[in-house]
């Protein structure tokens, strides 16, 4: 496991995130990945995003974000605190075959392009997503696609005072 608590700024790249511990980004401010597609990828563990008792840290993604997209290697991304935008896809369980991806938001804001759960890339395993929001608001400003593929499950666990406001077009299975 690692903490880091200054700002995380890639100018070139991406930042991908592999291994089963946990990678925490604490910075008070603006966390700014990736310059081209994929900007950033939890490729195994979990990635935690915490914004503290303020609430001030901003998490900018250019390109998508890929959440689980190693086949059969689960992957987690924990929101708390904080606010996190895709310029385009946040997608979760890209095809990772039989692996199970989790999304935790609690007090925070999300705001992707377009969000992606369960394409399987052609892998006949199953994969599972799981989501749950807690006092968190999700703007999704395009498509919303959950359970995309065939042997795809997501769940989606709305509580609290959390809204999902979809914007464009939304499929289920």
């Known amino acids: ?5 200054g700002p995380v700024v890639t100018t070139t790249g991406n930042l991908v ?3 089963a511990g946990n990678l925490t980004l604490t ?4 966390n700014v990945f990736g310059t081209v ?4 990828r ?4 979990t990635l935690t995003l915490d914004g503290g008792v303020a609430g001030t840290q901003t998490n900018a993604v250019a390109g998508e974000l890929w959440l689980g997209a190693t086949p059969d290697v689960s992957a ?11 310029t385009s896809w946040l997608a979760m369980g890209r095809g990772n075959g039989s692996a199970t991806t989790t999304l935790t938001a609690t007090n925070s804001r999300i705001t992707p392009a377009n969000f992606s759960t369960g394409y399987n890339a052609g892998h006949a ?15 999704n400003n395009g498509v919303t696609l959950l359970a995309e593929s065939v042997n795809s499950t997501t769940t989606m666990v709305i509580e609290g005072t959390s809204v999902y ?8 299975g």
Do not use: C, E, M, Y
Not at 27 to 30: I, L
Not at 42 to 45: A, E, P
Not at 76 to 86: E, K, Q, Y
């Open 1 to 5: 496991d690692l903490t880091l608590g």
């Open 17 to 19: 995130k592999t291994g």
């Open 27 to 30: 910075n008070p401010g603006a």
């Open 37 to 40: 597609n994929q900007g950033l």
């Open 42 to 45: 939890v490729n195994g563990g």
């Open 76 to 86: 987690s991304l924990v929101l708390n605190n904080t606010s996190l935008t895709t």
């Open 125 to 139: 395993n199953d994969s599972d997503q799981n989501i749950t929001l807690t006092n968190t608001t999700w703007t």
């Open 165 to 172: 406001n979809a914007r464009g077009r939304f499929s289920i």
